[in-house]
């Protein structure tokens, strides 16, 4: 994923080179555009990408943020944003991965089958936005395909954590379903703590009306936050002892994602 973003910053950064090169001449002979400034606001789903990063799959952002255009290809500006992603048990029940296995003291079995409540990630982030333009926009201009490269800070945060565990215990050597017996279900609380961070945005988009009023837009872009603290039962082996451990079930990883949005821009 890494890798990615660095290719993805050298494209843009090669593109625009090339844009500029091309456009020199044209930029310091126009003069600046009539609406240079604009707010804006988007909304769209976010996916994670990658393996063994938690316990979810898909949620939603939430973006804001001002930017100006210094010519006709290059602007700059500032967004807050807010990204959430849901706890999804499916995630977790994936390969009975609620289920935890180990010797007792009698050299039987033990086993505990733990169901979790709450563990939604949230991030509040503030980025600083640079948007490439890959055809210069004028004043007249009905169609803009760009590039942006968001670095941000990032405060990460979890929901409330708790647990219903059941306790299994089979006093044979047979591992079987059929000999387990139910012994009491207890409620469990997982703490955790917010936590700042950073990382960044990178991806393309399009605008439709760029240099009106009104302009709206698309975009795609693919991050990579590091690391933070989430639910990852993908983390622990089915054990006993991974079950105890202090941290179980979060982990602390670079959080790989994507974002889409789309949105509407008042140009001024």
């Known amino acids: 994923m890494k890798r990615i973003l660095l290719f993805s910053i050298v494209i843009l ?10 456009e020199e001449g ?51 500006g500032a967004s807050v944003s807010y990204i959430h992603f849901r706890y999804d048990p499916q995630k977790t029940t994936d390969d009975l991965g609620q289920a935890y296995v180990g010797y ?29 333009n890959f055809v210069p926009v004028h004043d007249d201009s009905k169609f803009s395909f760009y590039g942006l490269v968001k670095p941000f800070i990032s405060m990460s945060s979890l929901s409330k954590i708790t647990a219903t565990i059941d306790y299994y215990k089979n006093n044979t050597v047979d591992r079987s379903p059929n000999h387990w017996d139910y ?20 991806g393309p988009g399009m605008e439709l009306n760029p240099a009106g009023n009104l302009s709206f837009f698309a975009e795609a872009s693919f991050g990579y936050t590091f690391p933070i603290t989430f639910i990852s039962t993908e983390a622990y082996d089915s054990t006993l002892e991974d079950f105890e451990d202090e941290d179980f079930p979060l982990a602390t990883n670079g959080f790989p994602s994507m974002n889409v949005s789309v949105g509407i821009s008042y140009n001024f």
């Open 26 to 76: 044209i930029i310091k002979k126009k003069k600046r555009i009539e609406l240079d400034r604009g707010v804006h606001i988007g909304i769209g789903p976010s996916l994670t990408l990658g393996n063994n990063i938690g316990d979810y799959s898909s949620g939603y952002n939430l973006e804001s943020g001002f930017r100006k255009r210094l010519n006709s290809i290059i602007s700059l």
């Open 104 to 132: 007792n003291q009698d050299g039987y079995w033990d086993g505990r089958i733990v169901k979790l409540n709450g563990g939604d990630l949230n991030l509040v982030s503030s980025s600083f936005d640079i948007k490439i």
């Open 183 to 202: 012994v009491k279900t207890s409620p469990g609380e997982v703490e955790s703590e917010a936590k700042f961070t950073g990382g960044i945005f990178v």
């Open 13 to 22: 950064f090669f593109a625009s080179a090339k844009t500029i090169a091309q």
